[in-house]
């Protein structure tokens, strides 16, 4: 009997004894005059157990049954979700096991077994939060991530952009490491999806801003002096994208959160669809992505989007790509990764001017081609160079080394340096040095 069942039985006792009126009971319990009555009416009719609630020692009809309890508990042991953080196991019973439960009921059934979360929360120091961006394409975040996504603990890289106004990815790509091609794959993906952004936000890694940047002194930059765009940077400016930097790791917090989340829910994912490759990865990120998106995007205050349409005559595996400069020789062949190639048009060489400035372009998507007067050609490898451009590129002969005369002025004795430029008092020094290169000689 609790306290308060004493309470009212106590009070009761008083009533029927006529030590208290009812609107002195209802005072001191706190209760109306009609629930005073009744308690009085109960204690008097059915003895002091009256108090006590009715479902006192019952199990409620809806509780969840031991046997479910067991069964989650079980699972929660297997390999399959054992590295499942509590929330995901969750949504993993319902959709994988058929098991509806709420997050607390699971929470509560495992911490009483004696489970805790892998994904615990510690206390961590809070930054000034920086508000969305209010229209989809205003501000896209990209960052990668090196984690062993296949329980395997060999690293790789998982490249992803996320839009800064709904918090939705808009990509991910794995590879070995984080890289170039990696972060072209996902803006293809992302353009081709929805369109031309405003804005990508990255960090300072050497793939996005030149490490030469950080050297040049106020007055360079007053004088107009610039740092070359390294090929990402140069493919944003080709489409138009502004480039930001974030100066730390927490200005670009959204991604960085995403991160925690993926590393916490992906690998499960992975590993209860049976993927142990990058390849088949790849291709499950798409279902992935899409259940991702239902279950966290928010809406942007701003339902119109601020991705641009991009041009239907930009071909976009021609921009997100490597672009060198080379110059071409005779017969229009050129040299490219210690290999000779030449540029060809419908099968047939192109004719260039000799020592014309091209552009060679390279990429996984479509191997080597070239940029030459804005219009793009392939090339063919050559086995061997042709006899007139063999001959210039022939390497010079190793200068002979030219011996002096018998009679050369420097292997004379009497040599002397010519002194009419020099006062009478130099002479000795004069007459020493030559006499010490003689002597060399």
Known sequence: MTQDERNKLYVARCLLDGKMTIS???????????????????????????????????????????????????????????????????????????????????????????????KKHNKVKHHKRRKRKPQRGMLVIIDASPHAWFFNNKECSLHGAVDDATGEILALFFTPNECLEGYFRIMKTVISNNGVPLAVYA?????????????????????????KDTQFGRAMAELSINLIWAKTAQAKGRIERLWETLQSRLPI????????????????????????????AVEPRDPQSAYRKLEDD?????????????????????????????????????????KAKITVLKSPQFGLKVQYCGSIYDVEVLESLSPKNAVLKQLRQPRKPVTPAENHPWRTKTAKFPTTMYDESDREILDALYSSRLAWR
């Open 24 to 118: 002195e009971a209802a005072e001191t319990l706190g209760l109306s005059e009609r629930q005073v009555k009744r308690i009085k009416k109960g204690v008097k009719e059915h003895g002091e157990s009256f108090v006590i609630h009715k479902n006192r020692g019952r199990k409620p009809q809806h509780a969840i049954t031991d046997e479910v309890r067991n069964l989650v508990v079980n699972h929660k042991k297997s390999e399959k979700y054992s590295k499942a953080n509590f929330s995901h196991f969750q949504e993993l019973l319902e959709e994988h096991e058929s098991i509806s439960l709420s997050k607390p009921s699971v929470y509560r059934i495992l911490v009483a077994n004696g489970f805790t979360s892998p």
């Open 203 to 227: 960090d300072r890694h050497t793939i996005f801003r030149s490490p030469k940047a950080d050297k040049l002194s106020i007055e360079d930059e007053l004088n107009g002096k610039k740092v």
């Open 269 to 296: 994912e992975l590993s209860i669809a049976g993927i142990t490759t990058m390849e088949e990865a790849n291709a499950f990120l798409a279902t992935f992505i899409k259940k991702y998106n239902e279950k966290f």
């Open 314 to 354: 930009i071909n976009l595996d021609h921009i997100l790509c490597i672009k060198e400069t080379r110059q071409v020789d005779h017969g229009s062949t050129f040299s490219y990764g210690s290999v000779y190639y030449r540029v060809i048009r419908n099968g047939k060489t192109m004719p260039m001017i000799p």
